[in-house]
Each structure stands twice: as C-alpha cells, then as structure tokens.
Nanobody, 120 residues
Framework: QVQFVESGGGSVQPGGSLRLICAASGSIASMYTMGWYRQAPGKQRELVADIFSGGSTDYADSVKGRFTISRDNAQRTVYLQMNGLKPEDTAVYYC??????????????WGQGTQVTVSS
C-alpha cells in the first residue's frame, strides 16, 4: 500500500509564498514522474508542474517563473515552492506520482489534496 501525505497549504496574501510538501510511504521500489495538480471551484483539474525521474521539469505557463518543483528521492518527497502567489492560484493542490512497487507493479497515486487560498 502506498500513501501520499500532503502539507504546506494555507492562506496567504497576494505576492506571498507557500511551500507544498508531498511525502510518499509504503512498499515503494522507485519513484518515476511526480507532479502537482490543482483544481479550482467549478474548474477542471490541471497540471501545475511535474518533475521526471531524471530531474527535468515542466510547468504550466501560468506558473512559470513563480513556482519551482523539486524532489528528494531518498526521502520519497516532492516539493512545490510557490512564490508571487496570485488570487487565481487559489485551488486545492494535489500531488500525483507514478510508483513502481516492491512487487514490480506500477501505479499512479494521488494525494488527498491541500487547500491554497490567496486573498487580500
């Protein structure tokens, strides 16, 4: 069984910063692509950023230059540093990861989500 535990969400004023953390636990042999998604009320879930096993990254145009995704494979953790937050960044943020388990099977897992609210 694999679990993702997300933390770091909260309420900030425009221009503020938050750091989201997603920690994976369980019978994990390898972590492949990890990503952060978000879903605002009334909108579809969208990709914010992902980071591949080799360390390369990809960002949504709306967050380029403001958000930074990183990973620590030894700690089985992925981070999202969010700077210059805007009201339109308000959403529930979800961690997603592709894992190879100890028995060799590969699955995609999602975290439970953490709320980010940007408001003055």
């Amino acid at each position: 069984q694999v679990q993702f535990v997300e933390s770091g969400g909260g309420s900030v004023q425009p221009g503020g910063s938050l750091r989201l953390i997603c920690a994976a636990s369980g019978s994990i042999a390898s972590m492949y692509t990890m990503g952060w998604y978000r879903q605002a009320p009334g909108k579809q879930r969208e990709l914010v950023a992902d980071i591949f096993s080799g360390g390369s990254t990809d960002y949504a145009d709306s967050v380029k230059g403001r958000f930074t995704i990183s990973r620590d494979n030894a700690q089985r953790t992925v981070y999202l540093q969010m700077n210059g937050l805007k009201p339109e960044d308000t959403a529930v943020y979800y961690c997603r990861g592709r894992m190879r388990l100890s028995d060799g099977t590969i699955y995609d897992y999602w975290g439970q989500g953490t709320q980010v609210t940007v408001s003055s």
